[in-house]
């Protein structure tokens, strides 16, 4: 891959083709993260090249404004870096590491008083020149920002850093940590509490005079009409559509997510087919088609 960055532009060429990118690019679409850079697709001689465009007066780079901020907004932007980690792998798919999160391609939003990255719909860590790794840049960044901290808090944010690279200390733990340095996190603290908590998913048929609800609050949840390998069985007196082993639901970081198993009838979310083996996210309202049964789908918090 390769990366050239301008003042107000990133742009990444990707030399080899990664089978996980197109439906990267739906996740990162559909996400909505207010922390990335919008970027635009271009295929250039057959290679895929991401520009992200930090256009607007209000977006500068990071490294030219942290040193005029003050403690409690050099907290909030820490904490930033780490609910950034946190949001992108939420969706159960991308990881943190597919986050640019280099120091001198790292953009502030002033009016939102938040940091901007650039964060590409890959599987695999990212490379950066000279043999430097995500971890490497991401601690950088955390400690160039602490730089402009009083002394103390410059000890404390590197004793952090530490215990997450040790596996000693949760994302989750060190926000709250950070919490007590003084930055005014209570949103950011809410998301976490409220994504921690159990979802129980509810899918409800009603049709020809019968009724047919499954409760799912594993991580793995088979739907099909062969009994002894199914959690949620279809019997023909509901439907002749459904396969033996039709679909596939599954918890990831409390969300859920749908598979079609290669089913002679498809299954549908909201009307739009899945293809097979392919993840579509499961949300409050949804309609979920297997073959010609339609479940209403509901969340729950347990």
């Not at 207010?34 to 057959?46: A, K, S, V, Y």
């Not at 780079?61 to 950034?84: R, T």
């Not at 001198?104 to 430097?132: F, H, Q, S, V, W």
């Not at 048929?205 to 047919?212: F, I, Q, S």
């Amino acid at each position: 891959m390769l990366v050239k960055a301008k003042e107000k532009q990133i742009a990444f060429l990707f030399q080899e083709r990664d089978p996980f990118f197109e439906i990267g690019c739906r996740i990162l679409e559909q996400e909505h993260i207010d922390q990335m850079l919008p970027f635009t697709r271009i295929n250039q001689r057959g290679r895929e090249k991401l520009v992200y465009q930090a256009d607007g007066e209000s977006l500068v780079l990071l490294s030219d404004i942290v040193p005029k901020l003050e403690e409690k907004d050099l907290v909030n932007l820490l904490c930033g870096m780490i609910f950034l980690n946190m949001k992108v792998e939420e969706n159960g798919f991308l990881k943190k590491e597919c986050i640019w999160c280099k120091y001198d391609n790292l953009y502030y939003d002033k009016g939102n008083g938040c940091i901007k990255a650039a964060i590409l719909p890959i599987t695999g860590e990212l490379r950066y020149a000279d043999g430097a790794s995500w971890r490497g840049q991401f601690e950088e960044t955390m400690t160039c920002i602490a730089s402009y901290l009083p002394a103390d808090g410059q000890q404390y944010l590197r004793k952090l850093v530490l215990m997450l690279k040790l596996g000693e200390l949760t994302q989750e733990e060190a926000l709250e940590r950070l919490q007590h340095m003084g930055g005014g996190v209570s949103e950011t603290m809410q998301w976490v509490q409220e994504h921690q908590q159990d979802i129980i998913l509810r899918l409800l048929y009603r049709g020809k005079g019968r009724e047919l609800e499954f409760l799912i609050d594993s991580e793995d949840f088979l739907i099909g009409r062969n009994a002894a390998v199914a959690d949620g069985v279809i019997t023909a007196e509901y439907s002749r559509a459904v396969s033996r082993r039709h679909c596939l639901i599954t918890n990831l970081n409390h969300k859920y997510f749908v598979q079609d198993l290669k089913s002679v009838n498809h299954t549908l979310v909201n009307g739009i087919m899945i293809p097979p083996y392919e993840l579509m996210e499961l949300e409050n309202n949804d309609i979920l088609s297997v073959g010609d049964i339609e479940f209403r789908v509901t969340t729950s918090v347990s």
